[in-house]
């Protein structure tokens, strides 16, 4: 079932009401984490490498116009075709365009983020061409009719006997057991090796984009990119104008932040570097290809208050990290972004006003600041939001109105003082004997899933006055 | 009215520190005020309590009201800067004084905020690393089993971790049972807790739970937010957890009722 950003909070009671996926999330909190840490403490350069990183990131970003047209420059030279897409619908269009120009029906397609953004699949589906995603997460979900709960492993949130009876049903293969995690991948190996053989045009994504050589970099963990790159005769890669590193050692250096972060191995199983088509000495690779780049809203942000988003690498540390994200799943965030990351880019990539749950769904415990590779400063670009969702009166009246009218108390402390003292002193007398309340009014949010614990006492500053006085 | 606001300074002759309360202190536990005071005198200060102060503004901050908070900001640097230090019960409380205030002010008040981050720090972090407080000749207080729960903006924009558990093995007689995944959230988050109560008691509900697992009879914490969600939350599921702040525990001030205790 499709979910919104604008449900948020009903999507995050359902989810949370589902007690198999919340073993799971559980599960995952506290492994993920576990991972990561190891693998950074295992490589003593993670921070210097970090911060390294970080200002190659800024100083892409800062040079952005120079970076892709050496860039595109490049590419060219190499026999690509390079095309830039506006929007969503762009990209759409023109990886449609490419199909049909070639008569394809059928594609072989590697996990991308850019293409879930913009919805490549369903597009090409109304166009009635056979999309199958080869990514084994992807493909899962595919299956599913469902949307990846996690940048990185789509499929986490399904366990291995619901991907079995998935694939007993989606499968027509006769009478078989699948009682093993091996058979179950098996048989998707299979089934996705012969769409490997028959499909006409591959689409990958990219983790990087290397202005220098004109080559882009992909890492995955099944190797099915590299087979959808090179089998089919025709290669489409989708990814965005932010991708762009000056030097491929710059890619390599992301690299190893991202891996470690993402699944916490030092390496990734299949590294590649794609220059474009096959040339005259080659024995393979496709004969022709297009490197599309998707800005959709970026280069807005890049001239926003929020263009440090565009350092993200899309690692999902922020995602592991985050006890929302562990608490709700990704599902929750309706969105193809998850997680602290996703609360920053959804808003941003759709609006603050259909969004505007996203960025409130944060505690500021800043796990996720701790761990980004990016050095990003989620927790700030989160409260960001929740200002501009204050300046835009997108914030409920309550809240804003209730807010301004503490902090103008606050500013009188007589006032203040009095007033508490004479409040506080009542609560006192009226729940020391049980010392919390279970219903308080005008904190109804607290109290439906809290007590409420009584005063102490009079104030300590009631008391304090008092004290000096009699001194 | 306080002329000088460091009129009602305890006598002596140590360093001056003005003891910002808390909000929360001031009108849900005084005895973590008091125990400071009592704390910061023993170290040899001179303590202040400026009276001009209220809150520090979070609630409106976290929720973006950025505007309404400055004047709020200037009132309380005004308050707390003619003193050495200021010392604050509370970790979110010190990291908004500390990082948040610089960032929203500008020009002079910029320069007198990052003038009063220097020497503000939070009790457990003063009491260690600026003046150390010790036990000296007295007898370690004597306390049952205690998990001590890291509060989010101590732990990280802080840095606090090893203070009070140092503070904790120098002046009491106990065993420090760790929570299990003690640098999670407790799902307090200021006004996020009112806002998302449902994600935020799945929250608490879990580290109530991992309080129980450590077998300790007291759960501590340097800051009133996540202890007042923590025991509300047990006194809600009937869970039977003392919560205290670290103040009360470094001062052996176990008699009057918990958190959310009654009397």
């Known amino acids: ?471 | 009215m306080d002329t000088n606001p460091l009129d009602n300074a305890s006598p002596g002759h140590g360093p001056v520190v003005a003891l910002f309360v808390t909000c929360l202190a001031d009108l849900l536990r005084p005895s973590v005020a008091f125990n400071s005071i009592k704390l910061l005198e023993q170290t040899g200060c001179r303590v202040v309590v400026p009276l001009q102060q209220t809150c520090c503004g979070q609630p409106a901050y976290n929720s973006g009201d950025y505007e309404s908070i400055i004047p709020l900001a200037k009132q309380l640097i005004a308050a707390l800067e003619p003193a050495d230090y200021v010392v604050i019960p509370s970790g979110s409380c010190a990291g908004m004084i500390c990082h948040h205030y610089p960032q929203l002010l500008d020009g002079d008040w910029r320069d007198r905020a990052l003038q009063v981050a220097a020497k503000t720090f939070e009790i457990t972090s003063f009491l260690s690393d600026i003046l150390p407080i010790k036990r000296g000749h007295r007898a370690a207080i004597k306390l049952p089993s205690v998990t001590y729960h890291d509060s989010c903006a101590g732990l990280r924009e802080l840095g606090i971790k090893e203070q009070p558990r140092q503070l904790l093995q120098e002046l009491c007689d106990t065993e420090l049972s760790e929570l299990p995944q003690t640098e999670v959230c407790c799902g307090f988050g200021g006004t996020f807790c009112a806002k998302m109560p449902e994600i935020s008691a799945k929250m608490v509900h879990d580290k109530v739970h991992s309080a129980q697992t450590t077998g300790a009879t007291i759960l501590a914490g340097g800051d009133l937010g996540c202890l007042l969600n923590i025991a509300g939350r047990a006194r809600r599921e009937g869970v039977d957890l003392e919560v205290r702040h670290i103040t009360e525990l470094l001062c052996g001030d176990l008699d009057g009722p918990a958190i959310g205790e009654g009397e």
């Open chain 1, 1 to 471: 079932m499709e979910q919104h950003s604008d449900t948020f909070l009903e999507n995050a009671s359902k989810a949370l009401g589902n007690k198999a996926q919340a073993d799971i999330r559980d599960l995952l909190g506290l492994f993920t984490p576990l991972l990561r840490n190891a693998a950074v403490d295992n490589f003593e350069h993670f921070e210097a490498l970090r911060h390294h990183v970080k200002r190659v990131r800024q100083h892409s970003l800062d040079n952005l116009d120079h970076y892709l047209a050496t860039y595109e420059q490049q590419a060219l030279k190499n026999g690509n075709r390079v095309h830039f897409a506006n929007s969503g619908d762009d990209l759409n269009s023109i990886v449609l365009d490419i199909c049909q120009q070639h008569n394809a029906q059928r594609i072989a397609k590697g996990k991308s983020m850019i293409t879930e953004e913009t919805g490549l699949n369903d597009f090409l589906q109304r166009a009635n061409l056979d999309v199958m995603e080869t990514d084994l997460g992807e493909y899962i979900i595919q299956q599913a009719g469902e949307t990846p709960s996690h940048i990185v492993g789509p499929a986490l949130h399904k366990s291995a006997d619901e991907v079995r009876q998935l694939f007993l049903q989606k499968h027509d293969l006769g009478e078989r057991e699948l009682d093993n995690t091996e058979d179950i991948v098996g048989e998707a190996r299979q089934i996705l090796r012969e769409h490997f053989l028959k499909a006409q045009v591959g689409i990958i994504g990219a983790n990087a984009l290397v202005a220098e050589d004109g080559y882009s970099m992909l890492v995955t963990n099944e190797g099915n990119g590299d087979l959808c790159a090179n089998l089919p005769p025709v290669l489409i890669i989708c990814t965005s104008v932010e991708r762009i590193l000056p030097r491929a050692e710059d890619a390599t250096a992301m690299l190893r932040l991202l891996v470690r972060s993402a699944t916490g191995q030092s390496q990734t199983c299949y590294t590649s570097f794609y220059s474009g088509p096959r040339r005259e000495q080659d024995v393979d690779g496709p004969l022709e290809t297009h490197i599309v780049l998707l800005d959709n809203r970026r280069t807005e942000i890049l001239a926003s208050d929020y263009r440090e988003m565009l350092q993200c690498i899309r690692c999902g540390a922020c995602l592991n990290h985050c006890p929302i994200y562990n608490s709700v799943g990704g599902h929750a965030y309706g969105s193809v972004y998850m997680g602290p990351m996703g609360s920053v880019l959804t808003p941003l990539l759709s609006s603050l006003e259909e969004s505007n749950a996203l960025p409130n769904a944060c505690t500021s415990c800043g796990r996720c600041a701790e761990v980004c590779p990016a050095e990003i400063p989620l927790p700030d670009l989160l409260r960001d939001l929740r200002h501009q969702e204050t300046v835009e009166k997108i914030t409920a009246p309550r809240w804003r109105i209730g807010l301004k009218l503490h902090t103008w108390l606050a500013r009188n402390p007589r006032l203040y003082h009095w007033l508490t003292g004479v409040g506080i002193h009542l609560l006192h007398l009226a729940g020391r004997k049980r010392g919390s309340f279970r219903k308080l009014p005008l904190a109804g949010g607290w109290t439906s899933q809290r007590d409420f614990p009584t005063p102490q006492g009079k104030t300590f500053m009631q008391q304090y006055r008092a004290q000096r006085k009699q001194s």
